[in-house]
């Protein structure tokens, strides 16, 4: 067990995490530079082009030290979004060092903060180290002060690396020996076994990456999940290198697979403790939650036709995505489709995504929400979950409703500090704290509505901030809020996929601003378009998009008639992936970059 | 019955506007000519046989051929084809090439009907279009042709430039009526690429064309046919009675057609092609004995999409027993759409069709598409 090295790396996006990896499997050549591609752990086409961890998954090198002995390393990568925090810290739960990696060229971010803390709650040795220091732009005085103010270590623990040249990459898996305690557990005890994620195979069923904290697992044991309760074979164990590599036992301290047939990624629970029947282990372990999903949205068929095809779709997504949830919901604008949820924005664009590029669903998304609380005035009647618009209740009717509110952290340099507030005074936030991490960076703590940010936040902040702001935040509690419905109307026609719940004050500005980019977004048809948002029975505002004046060419001679058939056939499958409401005419796109109102 | 086009891919200077095939480099005009005949001898039976009731010369400007050139160029025609005793023979020129010497070489020929590209009677917009004729040879031209003999010619108008006000474009159509022009093809300025305009626009050099002037124009246009009873027989032609194009008419009818020159496009019923858009290419590939050209077969559903885009922009529109007789298999979907555009009110109905409202018919490419049949 002595020779066992658990670590995972924490970094915010871009700041070369992956490219890092990989050089640390190269030089143990753990993986061939001829099967190199980049970023080999991320095996996703889209994690791949948005250069960003989704799943975390985890890797087993070896490294013949100078002191004669060969270590194992157990390397296991985690998302880098706060989307998905919570497989973050199952992830560093079941390691006892974290390399901590901060781009030389940007300094600290919010998201290193609030993974870096988890670390440092769960005990792991951080071995700082500044990537890209082979950039010109590279300020490695400054962001060394910063680290150092952050963890109070000395300077000269610090390792200085770059991804690209390779340069202190040696010194990296000197220090993972030297500094990184081994695990520490009792191979004697019962079986206590960490799930810290799991992959959907579709031949294999749902495998499950665990860590051993005490006992040893060995092929064929029958299994208990200690949360979830249910029971198994371990059909087959083994640990992970490049592949899965099949073992007889997987030891204390050691991080491996466990294949037992699961069918749905819903039965395994990341967090979860893994047990033997025969001889369980008195408790779990610490920290196990059930993620719930904070962001809710419809995703229609375009074509009503397709609404079986989606739910195959989805049902297929949930097998490797357990956190993706979702049930049928019908619209009257939109038909037949489903009411999802997400664990953040960027969650509900990748499954929008994988949709779309491995499923080849063609689909609407409408504008998220939050889940709402809401209490209806009858005698008797007890306070419900409100996942859309539609379900709150007439106002005559409502009693009160709770909507969640988030503490979230900001850090960015202090020139930004004016904006930020303005921004986030606007989003209905108040700021609790502001503290100077050094003297060029702030850290500001605000207490903010879920929905306020779920929506158009994240760019506006990177934006005001010249990209130099970065963003985390923790869900805190349900609060009373004075919050309407704004409906939006086209030709007089309601179109409920475009209903939200605003609070009053900002009701009318609101509705101003949607229809004037709803006039943006409606492509000019034959007839004049009315567009109107009201709350009730009040319209609060509206525009008027005129009919299409000339949509004509001029010559139609011998020469003309195939570029132009294929011209209006282009027009015409346009026109198909839009969605008819009354007889409007909706993009796609519209029903989600509505909200994008800057 | 089927119908031939020739193209005469030169120009003196090149037009803002245009973006048809042509080059201002005479070097290569006798080769080309040669190689165009070769093509009518190579391409005989494309045609199956069939009588020729149309012969279309257009351009770039076949006024730049010679007498020679041009007689030639019939005498292979007649060796390949046979044509109709009274086919109609149009040729396209430019005012400034219609001196009362060059109309007489026409009238010897078997030319019957001219296509004049005046454009426009004012100066301003001429040299706006980089036009190589001023306001005088714009009037004169018409004067002489029919001195020579001319009865059956077209006259070109552009309107919306930038350059016609809405006072300019009334004047030049009240010169149609004074002139008692017999047919007028009037098209609304486009900016296309790859033409000078094109890239000024793109560059923001100068304005686009604005949709709004040329509604307005073609508004214009409107009550003038019906004010001196031309017939609107399409969105961009119009012409006193008898007087309509045989040729462009077969065109919107679907009829057959023989495409020569480069660039030209042939039409069999079922297939269409297209010859390299090049004079050098063209001029080698047909002295190797061999055509340059692209073709695409036309599905059940392209030849579908045809018939209402043509049919929509003719006053003889689309018809119910043709959908009904030649694509059954898409007969629910079009009579769908056809009640929704006539409860739109943008098609009526006739006797035995249904057209474009007056008021649909500058969004006639919108309202074709609506009905398109198209795969994903």
């Known amino acids: 067990m002595e020779k066992f090295r658990n670590f995972c790396v924490i970094a915010h996006i871009d700041h070369g995490k992956s490219t890092l990896s990989d050089r640390l499997l190269e030089f143990t050549k753990t993986i061939s530079e001829r099967d190199m591609q980049n970023q080999a752990l991320d095996d996703m086409d889209i994690e791949r082009e948005r250069g960003i961890t989704i ?30 925090s919570y497989e973050v810290s199952r992830s560093i739960a079941a390691c006892e060092g974290a390399l901590l990696i901060v781009d030389a060229t940007q300094g600290i971010q919010a998201q290193t903060i609030s993974n870096l803390y988890l670390a440092i709650e769960h005990d792991l040795e951080i071995i700082p180290v500044l ?76 495998i499950a990456y665990f860590k051993i904290i005490n006992g040893v697992l060995k092929k064929g044991d029958k299994v208990r999940f200690v949360n979830t309760g249910k029971e198994y074979g371990a059909d087959e164990i083994g640990i992970l290198q ?64 397709d609404f079986e095809d989606l739910r195959d779709s989805l049902e297929k997504l949930q097998l490797n995505d357990a956190s993706l949830t979702f049930e049928p919901e019908s619209s009257v604008a939109l038909g037949f489709g489903f009411r999802c949820g997400f664990l953040g924005m960027l969650h509900l664009e990748i499954i929008q995504e994988r949709l779309d590029r491995e499923y080849n669903q063609n689909v609407i998304t409408t504008v998220p929400n939050v889940t709402y609380f809401a209490k209806s005035k009858k005698k008797g009647s007890e306070k419900f979950i409100v996942k859309t618009p539609a379900d709150l209740p007439d106002p005559s ?145 509206r525009e008027t998009i005129s009919a299409l004046r000339k949509d004509v060419t001029a010559k139609c001679y011998g020469g003309d008639i195939t570029r132009k058939r294929k011209l209006l056939e282009k027009q015409k499958k346009g026109k198909k992936k839009m969605r008819q409401i009354g007889n409007v005419e909706v993009p796609q796109r519209a029903f989600l970059e509505v909200l994008k109102l800057d | 019955m089927a119908g031939i086009y020739i193209h005469i891919p030169f120009c003196k200077q090149a037009c803002h506007y245009c973006n048809f095939h042509f080059s201002t480099s005479l070097n290569h005009k ?127 108008l552009i309107y919306g430039s930038p350059s016609t006000s809405n006072g300019m474009w009334e004047k030049n159509l009240e010169k149609i009526r004074a002139l008692k022009i017999p047919h007028l093809s009037s098209y609304a300025l486009t900016v296309e690429e790859g033409t000078a305009l094109g890239s000024w626009v793109k560059k923001g050099k100068m304005p686009d064309v604005d949709p ?17 009873h031309y017939r609107h027989y399409e969105i961009s032609n119009m012409a006193l009675e008898g007087f309509e194009a045989v040729h462009n008419s077969n065109y919107w009818k679907r009829i057959p057609y023989l495409g020569i020159g480069p660039a030209a496009h042939s039409f069999d019923g079922k297939n269409r092609q297209w010859n390299i858009n090049n004079n050098a290419k063209y001029i080698q590939a047909l002295n190797e004995g061999r055509l340059e050209m692209e073709k695409e077969a036309l599905s059940e559903s392209d030849l579908f999409n045809e018939y209402i885009m043509t049919g929509l922009r003719c006053d003889w529109g ?51 598409s609506e009905f398109f049949v198209v795969n994903d």
């Open chain 1, 55 to 84: 799943k975390s998954h985890a890797i087993q090198l070896y490294y013949d030290h100078s002191d004669g002995v060969k270590y194992t390393f157990n390397l296991i990568d985690t998302p880098g979004h706060v989307d998905f």
């Open chain 1, 131 to 206: 990537n890209k220091i082979d950039m010109d732009s590279a300020m490695i005085e400054e962001v060394t002060d910063q680290v150092v103010d952050l963890i109070g270590c000395d300077p000269s623990e610090i390792i200085l690396a770059s991804g690209k040249t390779g340069e202190g990459v040696q010194e990296i898996m000197n220090a993972i020996v030297d500094r990184v305690p081994a695990p520490k557990g009792d191979p004697k005890a019962p079986l206590q076994a960490l799930i810290f994620d799991s992959v959907f195979n579709s031949f294999r069923g749902v």
């Open chain 1, 242 to 305: 490049l592949d899965q590599v099949k073992k007889k036992v997987v030891g204390c301290g050691d991080v491996g697979y466990i294949i037992t047939g699961i069918k749905e990624s819903k039965e395994i629970k990341v967090g979860d403790t893994i047990t033997t029947i025969e001889n369980p282990c008195s408790e779990a372990i610490q920290g196990f939650e059930d993620v719930k999903p904070m962001v809710f949205a419809g995703i229609f068929p375009v074509d009503n036709d």
């Open chain 1, 397 to 541: 009717q409502l009693e009160f409703v709770e909507e969640p509110y988030i503490e979230a952290q900001i850090i960015s340099k202090p020139e930004y500090v004016g904006s930020i507030m303005t921004l986030c005074l606007d989003k209905r936030g108040e700021m609790t704290k502001q503290t100077y991490l050094t003297p060029t960076r702030i850290e500001m703590t605000f207490i903010l509505p879920l929905a306020e940010i779920v929506f158009d936040f994240y760019d506006r902040l990177k934006s005001i901030s010249r990209g130099y702001a970065s963003f985390d935040y923790t869900p805190l509690d349900y609060r009373q809020s004075d919050l309407v419905k704004s409906d939006i109307l086209l030709n007089g026609d309601p179109v409920d996929a475009l209903s939200a719940l605003v609070h009053r004050q900002k009701a009318e500005a609101f509705g101003r601003k949607i229809c004037k980019k709803l006039k943006e977004l409606l492509p000019r048809q034959q007839f004049k378009i009315a567009i109107q948002a009201s709350i009730g029975a009040k319209v609060v505002a």
């Open chain 2, 30 to 156: 006798t080769a080309l000519v040669e190689a165009l005949q070769k093509e009518i001898k190579l391409q005989k039976n494309f045609l199956l046989g069939a009588t020729i009731e149309s012969i279309y010369f257009g351009g770039g400007t076949p006024s730049m051929l010679t007498e020679m050139e041009l007689m030639d160029i019939f005498s292979t025609l007649h060796q390949s084809f046979e044509i109709g005793k009274t086919a109609e023979i149009t040729f396209e020129a430019n005012p400034d090439d219609l001196t009362s010497a060059y109309l007489q070489t026409l009238v010897k020929s078997p030319v019957n009907r001219l296509s004049i590209g005046v454009q426009s009677f004012f100066e301003e917009d001429l040299k706006w279009m980089n036009r190589a004729h001023d306001a005088n040879q714009a009037i004169d031209c018409i004067h002489e042709a029919r001195k020579a003999g001319f009865e059956n010619f077209s006259v070109d």
């Open chain 2, 212 to 228: 709004a002037k040329s509604l307005k124009h073609f508004e214009m246009l409107q009550q003038f046919v019906q004010k001196n």
């Open chain 2, 318 to 368: 689309i018809s119910k027993a043709y959908i009904a007789k030649h694509f059954p298999q898409f007969n629910n979907t079009f009579e769908k759409e056809l009640a929704a555009q006539v409860q739109l009110g943008a098609l009526v109905e006739k006797t035995s069709s249904f057209v474009l409202a007056d008021a649909a018919k500058f969004i006639a490419d919108g309202v074709a």
